[in-house]
């Protein structure tokens, strides 16, 4: 893994989490899932880190979900460590921990970029940002957990239509939606993410953990409920992966053309 793909920074009782791959977006590979799970192992296990801030480089994406060039050339998003692979998608969606995640989203979250942001606890936006699933306009699903968060934490029409249409959801409307915490200029954005983090890391950190474990589910590194959705996921993305159309999405957009479905 590359030094600098994922930059991490203590400041007090707070772990900031960097995605730094700005020349690609910061999309997930293999590099950025290692990174973000280790991080988070990292503060589940320091009684020292109270809350983590997760964020993007630069100023144009937080996240642009996975690294679909990579995906066309093969390339596995995953590390080999079966260890590893359990945390999810960038080593995150389904590794759940204690400790409070408050992801400063710099720019636009799209796809896996969302799904890192729903599988926060506190967004903090800058006001530039968006939000979207766009999976469906390359052959894909949201399958690193949004399918089924994006309805949980939205009105269930107003996410099936953000879904199905793969279209961005402005910041303003995620807002007023409950989707995102604070709407802040982009010079504000980690200031904001920080005090607030200061201000819940002053807290007792026990009885914090012992909040989030509770209003989740989380018992034993995993969330009880979560599991038949994941089970569903699983066979939805095994039958999906195996289509021609899973193989055209990826393709068409590594060499910027629109994409022949034939639904097979």
């Not at 949004?146 to 934490?153: H, I, K, P, Y």
């Not at 999405?249 to 022949?260: E, I």
Request: net charge neutral; hydrophobic share 45%; proline share 6%.
């Amino acid at each position: 893994m590359s030094d600098t793909t994922i930059l991490t920074e203590r400041r007090g009782h707070i772990l900031i989490v960097t995605i730094n791959r700005p020349e690609a977006r910061n999309a997930v590979n293999a590099a950025v899932h290692m990174g973000i799970g280790s991080a988070l192992e990292e503060a589940e296990n320091d009684p020292e880190i109270r809350v983590v801030v997760i964020t993007g480089a630069g100023d144009k994406s937080f996240c642009a979900g996975a690294d679909l060039v990579a995906l066309s050339r093969g390339e596995s998003l995953y590390p080999d460590d079966p260890a590893q692979q359990a945390w999810g998608f960038a080593g995150m969606v389904s590794h759940p921990i204690s400790k409070p995640i408050i992801a400063a989203v710099n720019g636009f979250a799209f796809g896996g970029g969302c799904e890192i942001a729903l599988m926060s606890d506190i967004i903090v936006a800058a006001d530039h940002a968006q939000f979207g699933l766009p999976e469906v306009k390359v052959g894909l699903f949201a399958a690193a957990g949004g399918a089924f968060r994006l309805a949980q934490q939205l009105p269930r029409k107003l996410a099936m239509e953000y879904m199905l249409t793969g279209d961005p959801i402005p910041v303003a409307r995620a807002a007023a939606f409950g989707l995102v915490n604070h709407v802040v200029p982009l010079a504000d954005l980690i200031p904001t993410a920080l005090a607030l983090a200061e201000k819940i890391a002053g807290n007792a950190p026990l009885s914090v953990q012992a909040s989030k474990r509770v209003a989740l589910g989380i018992e034993q590194g995993r969330i009880a409920t979560d599991a038949p959705y994941w089970e569903h996921n699983t066979r939805e993305r095994s039958t999906l992966m195996r289509s021609e159309d899973a193989r055209e999405g990826p393709l068409a957009f590594a060499q910027k053309r629109r994409p022949a479905w034939k639904a097979r």
